[in-house]
């Protein structure tokens, strides 16, 4: 057998330093804007706490705008990971449980949430930068929902008279809506527990 030769020889993938750089600053910015919000929070704020350059941190990003997008984006791929490991069947309880992992998941890191959740409030006005992405978030989970609950109707898991749009609508404001309250109060809200007796209400009222 011969020797392994310098393209032979098997090798660990390391991330490159710039990846690693990246993933510190989108820590540095989701920092930044869960205390200061989008408005507050500046390049150079964000470029002091990781002990770089402005030039530096526009390498990776060339605007604030694209740092944001980039701190939104990373956070829901997080979240489709989470949820996406528990769906491995096209069931009702399976649908739950994704939804139920992601607020798990949240549940471990609310300066994302309390960041997520400002930002979320300050792109209402149709001019902030954030604005179009929240807006295509939010029809793009609805029709992912929807879509999954289609073909629970279907497989006759849950009933066809239910208003499946109204729905999601309440599971995403209950999401939503109790994240505030859990920010605010983490002492008297369970994030968890609460979610989790709301998703079994659901279950209850929709299950065929």
Known sequence: MPEPTPDTTPRTRRAPKGEKRREELLDAALGMFS????????????????GISVAGVLHHFPNKVSLLMAV?????????RASDAVQTEPTLDGFIEGLQQINRSNATAPGVIRAFSILNAESLVDSHPAWEWYQSRYQTIHGRMRARLDHLVAAGEVRGDVDLDA???HVLAM???????WLRFPEKVDLISRFESFMAQVKREIKA
């Not at 939104?72 to 489709?80: H, K, S, Y």
């Open 167 to 169: 729905t999601i609508t």
């Open 35 to 50: 205390i200061k919000g989008y408005a507050g929070a500046s390049i150079a704020g964000i470029a002091e706490h990781v």
């Open 72 to 80: 939104l984006t990373r956070r829901d791929e997080i979240n489709q």
């Open 175 to 181: 999401m939503d809506g109790l994240q505030l309250q």
